[in-house]
């Protein structure tokens, strides 16, 4: 569902039935001269509408204002659009605190941008994992007072995170493709792979037509089919099952 047509009463049960609530998170960036400048962001969106077809699932509005950075071209005429990571942070605490107080305990974040060495971090979803992490610690403060935490009502803490109840766990975030997928998939910017899960995503974000040989990053892009795409369409989607499914009640 998506969460703005929802109804209060649609919003409830959501809740109470714990369903997991997701947002798209990603950026808009220049993708050479054949891709659509929000592919990163239309990838998650467009899996995250296979997936709404087979589960309780909410899907927030996406947010496509991350720190897309002018790494790969200068903004000029090219489209690249980036809001820096200190500004979204606070932007991204507050989100998370209001999803926390209207009753969400299950969120989740799918970014595809930038997410080669996710355990690392980059900008954009740092700044929404850090966010993420200051939002729950306020919120339980707030909720259950100072001390909460060595309260004996916490003493089953380490099973609790084992068995998923840790409320550390209530918000996270995930790249859309894991190492496992970057090792069977190609992981590229705006070449083979991106321009095949557009082709298999998104085909009306391609121009193949448009396609130039000027860049090193985009030359493999000539190799991409809607097949490949579909491969990895499929890859992708077994990795947001099984993060997604395993909380529904
Ligand atoms: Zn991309």
Not at 50 to 68: C, N
């Amino acid at each position: 569902m998506r969460y703005e047509m929802m109804l209060p009463h649609q919003i409830r049960e959501a809740i109470e039935k714990n369903w997991p609530v997701v947002l798209p998170l990603g950026v808009l960036e220049y993708h050479g001269e054949h891709l659509a400048v929000g592919m990163d962001t239309l990838a998650v969106i467009r899996l995250l509408a296979i997936l709404e077809a087979e589960m309780d699932l909410v899907i927030l509005p996406p947010f496509y204002y991350g720190a897309a950075s002018y790494a790969v071209e200068p903004p000029e005429g090219n489209g690249s659009l980036h809001v820096d990571a200190g500004t979204l942070f606070p932007f991204a605490q507050a989100m998370f605190k209001g999803l926390l107080r209207i009753g969400f305990r299950n969120l989740h974040v799918f970014i595809h941008h930038q997410t080669e060495n996710f355990a690392a971090g980059m900008p954009t979803d740092l700044a929404f994992r850090f966010a993420a992490r200051q939002a729950i610690f306020e919120f339980l403060e707030k909720e259950r007072g100072e001390g909460w935490w060595g309260n004996e009502k916490m003493a089953d803490y380490y099973a609790q995170q084992a068995a998923g109840g840790d409320p550390f766990n209530w918000i996270k975030a995930h790249p859309l493709m894991t190492p496992e997928i970057i090792g069977q998939f190609p992981f590229d910017h705006a070449a083979q792979g991106e321009t095949s899960l557009m082709l298999a995503l998104c085909p009306e974000g391609v121009e193949m037509g448009r396609l130039t040989d000027e860049r090193w990053y985009t030359r493999s892009a000539r190799e991409a089919s809607a097949e490949l795409g579909g491969r990895g369409r499929d890859l992708i989607l077994a990795h947001m099952r099984n993060v997604l499914r395993p909380a529904i009640g």
